[in-house]
């Protein structure tokens, strides 16, 4: 298996843009997470996903943002509109079941200007 | 709230060191821990996960300890080399949650 694949590995938008993150999670994982991450507040979950259902989204920051996962192979995370505070880099992980090791993509990084 | 905690912050060693990394966490109702290592601009590489019931977990030239009733464990790397200079983040996670609850991270550079 290739990993975790998100893309775009880097993305560059101005304030009040609409910005998609893709992910595609491990075959088979049954677990899907998204993170934030900044040199401020380190790592932080923002939402994760249970056989493609939102579980937990108290990490989401504001209604700005917004995560899917149509299927089991696919999510995306959302924000509109976009504002330089936003700017960080974002990581999707996996696993296979609960309490399971954690696989982590490359991750997209984010720049808001 | 689980906290966790990682000292030190930043760590300089020569190379062939043998060293030891720490984390420490608040609740100890933990279902395991793990450690990672993160490289500059990369994602986060799973390194060690030792289940609560567990005591350590080696891998090549690491051995992770968990004590959960203190609330620590540490991470020992063997005859440090200046490939292993990276970000090393600690997580746990806790039985009423699927979560990670990541450290702040230890920045080692290994120095020929």
């Known amino acids: 298996d290739a990993g975790v694949i998100q893309s775009p590995r880097h993305e560059v938008t101005e304030m009040g843009q609409e910005v998609t993150l893709r992910c595609k999670p491990i075959s088979g994982h049954d677990y899907l997470f998204w993170y934030r991450q900044t040199m401020m507040r380190g790592l932080e979950l923002l939402i994760y996903?249970?056989?493609?259902?939102?579980?937990?989204d108290s990490g989401m920051p504001e209604d700005r943002f917004s995560a899917k996962m149509p299927n089991a192979s696919f999510s995306t995370l959302k924000i509109q509109p976009s504002e330089p505070r936003d700017s960080a880099v974002y990581f999707c992980?996996?696993?296979?079941?609960?309490?399971?090791?954690?696989?982590f993509g490359p991750g997209t990084r984010l720049t808001v200007l | 709230k689980q906290e966790v905690t990682q000292i030190p912050a930043a760590l300089s060693v020569p190379e062939g060191e043998n060293l030891v990394l720490n984390c420490s966490f608040t609740?100890?109702?933990?279902?395991?821990l793990q450690w990672f290592r993160q490289d500059p601009g990369k994602g986060l590489t799973s390194l060690l996960l030792?289940?609560?019931?567990?005591r350590e977990q080696t891998s090549g030239r690491l051995n992770a300890s968990l004590d959960k009733s203190s609330g620590r464990s540490t991470l020992y790397i063997a005859a440090s080399q200046p490939g292993d200079s990276a970000t090393y983040l600690c997580a746990v996670s806790a039985y009423n949650t699927d979560k990670l609850i990541f450290g702040t991270g230890t920045r080692l550079q290994v120095f020929p």
């Open positions: 609740d100890s109702a933990i279902y395991n």
């Open positions: 030792i289940q609560s019931s567990q």
């Open positions: 996903f249970n056989n493609n259902v939102p579980i937990d």
């Open positions: 992980a996996s696993s296979l079941e609960r309490w399971n090791e954690q696989f």
